[in-house]
C-alpha cells in the first residue's frame, strides 16, 4: 500500500487547510486510513481515522470540531479538513494505513503498518 500526502503549507492562525493523501497498491477498502502529526520535539500523534470500507470516523478530543476527515472513494483520496487552526498545529502530518481496527487504541503509531512521507504545515 502507498500513501501520498500534499496540502502542506504556510498558514495564518485562524485560518483553514485542507490535506490531501491518495492510497494505491492494495485492498482499500479494508483499510483504516489515519491522519497523524508530529510536533518538532514530540511524539506522534493520531488524529482522526476513517475506515474507507464504510466511512465511520474518529476524532482525537484535541480536533474534534475543528478538524474533519472524509473521503472520495472515485479517486482513492482520503482529506483532513483543519479550521481554526493555532501555533500549536504547526506540525508534520502523516497520513497512515492499517488493515485492523484498534477501537481503544487506534491513536497510537504503532498501529500503522503503512506510512505515507509527511507533509509541513506552519501556522503563524
Known amino acids: 500500500v502507498q500513501l501520498v500526502e500534499s496540502g502542506g503549507g504556510s498558514v495564518q492562525a485562524g485560518g483553514s487547510v485542507r490535506l490531501s493523501c491518495v492510497t494505491s497498491g492494495g485492498t482499500e477498502d479494508g483499510l483504516y486510513v489515519a491522519w497523524i502529526r508530529q510536533v518538532p520535539g514530540k511524539g506522534r500523534e493520531g488524529l482522526a481515522v476513517l475506515w474507507i470500507g464504510g466511512a465511520t470516523t474518529s476524532y482525537a478530543d484535541s480536533v474534534k470540531g475543528r478538524f474533519t476527515i472524509s473521503q472520495d472513494n472515485a479517486k482513492n483520496t482520503m482529506y483532513l479538513l483543519m479550521n481554526s487552526l493555532k501555533p500549536e498545529d504547526t506540525a508534520t502530518y502523516f497520513c497512515?494505513?492499517?488493515?485492523?481496527?484498534?477501537?481503544?487504541?487506534?491513536?497510537?503509531?504503532?498501529?500503522?503498518?503503512?506510512w505515507g512521507h509527511g507533509t509541513q504545515v506552519t501556522v503563524s
Open positions: 497512515a494505513a492499517a488493515s485492523m481496527w484498534y477501537a481503544y487504541t487506534w491513536r497510537e503509531p504503532r498501529r500503522y503498518n503503512y
